[in-house]
Every structure is written in C-alpha cells, then in structure tokens.
C-alpha cells in the first residue's frame, strides 16, 4: 500500500484492522470469489453483443465530459470496454486480476502502443502511481464485488486519480442477499445500494457526481433497479 492510501485510509477512518493479514487474506478470498468465474467464460462472448448499446445509452451518456488522457479499465475481461475505451483514450491501462482475461487483451489490442496490461491482486491498483490517472472505469464487473473490495477499490482511486479526475463505477443496487452468495442472487449480483456505494466514495474523499439506478437483464430473466451506474470525482487541488 502506498504512503498516500494509508493517509487516505487514517483520514477517513477506515481503521487499522483492515491492515492486518488475516483480514487481508480475507479480502483477497472475496475477490478470487467473483473473480475466478471469470476467466474463460462464455458469458463475455455474449455480452460482447450488447456492449454498442449499453455505451450508448448507460454509458457515454455519463463520461463524455471526462478527461481521457490517462484510464484505467478495471475488471476488463477480455475486453470489450477497451474497443470503446481507444476510441476517446490517449492511453488505456487494462487491469485484471486473471492472467487469462489479460492474455485475452493483449491478444485484441496487440500492436496498439496506447494499451498496457497490469494484474491486480483484486483489491487494490498496485502498479499505478499516486495522482496519475484521469478516469478510473469499471463497467459490467464491480456488481459481483462484495462491499468490503468496493471500499477497498474506491480508496484506490482516491489515490491514483489527479485532482479532479472521475471514476465511472457499474456497481450492484440489489440488497436482497443479505450477505449471502452471491451466485444465488439474480444475475450474480453482490450485496451493495445506491445509497451504501455514495456512502463509501464519500468515506475516502471521493464527490459523487452523478448516480443512476438501472433495470438488468434480458426479457427472460429481467430485473428493474437492479444495478447503479455511479460517477464520482476526487476534489479539484485547492490553492
């Protein structure tokens, strides 16, 4: 952890526990959960035939304003973020905690200079430096977070971005696991709100900018309100 994310950490009052490692195996179990489904899977040949449509309508929408000298495309998959990403990116950092999905990217975006690939462990953007980001995006991934990793990537982008730089987060809005697995709640989507998500950004020193609850999922299996789409900001320098 770098020195400027644990004086985000003590500001804000996440506390010292979370540094210990039992709770830092803890948190690195959650994220192998919903990540190791997430490797080789089906399910991003088919959502690849909805990505024109959700950038669309769910998402350029939100992020047109942004600065996307610098982004970070979070949770990337093999991915088909990163096709809309190059088109408005000056450079694309894809991060992903399966060594398959990255080897998927480096395949699709061979030969592109504006791409580089870095592994996380799940919790955390080791590997990008403090206040060098402009935009930290996460589409189609974070739902299946738990809450304690979400709080862990909202610290982190805290840290890398540059003052005023977003963060563009699609994250669950279904609280009806209790806490439970996340696999037995509709379309895998983890215990998370609207309102505990702004409640989060706001703990580490992020502004939200702008938050908006969506329905999810095909006639067949549809649900209203359940997803967020979210986009917060670190605080411009003062003088």
């Not at 089906?42 to 690849?48: I, M, P, V």
């Not at 998927?104 to 592994?119: E, I």
Request: aromatic share 10%; with cysteine.
């Amino acid at each position: 952890m770098s020195r400027l994310a644990e004086m985000i950490r003590r500001a804000f009052g996440l506390g010292d526990e979370e540094e210990s490692p039992a709770a830092r195996e803890s948190l690195l179990a959650m994220a192998r959960r919903s990540g190791d489904p997430y490797k080789e899977a089906e399910y991003f040949a088919f959502a690849e035939r909805f990505m024109d449509q959700s950038w669309q309508e769910l998402i350029w929408p939100i992020i047109q304003g942004c600065d996307f000298h610098r982004v970070v495309d979070l949770a990337a998959g093999h991915g088909r973020n990163g096709v809309k990403l190059r088109e408005v990116a000056d450079h694309v950092v894809v991060v992903d905690i399966n060594e398959e999905c990255l080897e998927a990217c480096r395949r699709r975006f061979a030969g592109d200079p504006r791409f580089t690939f870095l592994r996380t462990d799940g919790v955390s953007l080791a590997g990008i430096a403090d206040a060098s980001v402009t935009l930290v995006y996460s589409f189609d991934s974070m739902v299946h977070f738990e809450r304690e990793v979400v709080r862990e990537y909202l610290a982190e982008t805290r840290r890398v971005l540059v003052p005023g730089g977003h963060g563009f987060f699609h994250h669950s809005n279904y609280t009806g696991n209790g806490g439970g697995d996340f696999r037995q709640s509709p379309h895998w989507r983890n215990h998370m709100s609207r309102e505990l998500f702004g409640e989060h950004a706001q703990a580490v020193g992020l502004e939200v900018v702008q938050s908006r609850v969506i329905d999810w999922g095909p006639p067949s299996d549809f649900h209203r309100a359940l997803d967020c789409v979210s986009l917060v900001r670190r605080p411009a320098a003062t003088a």
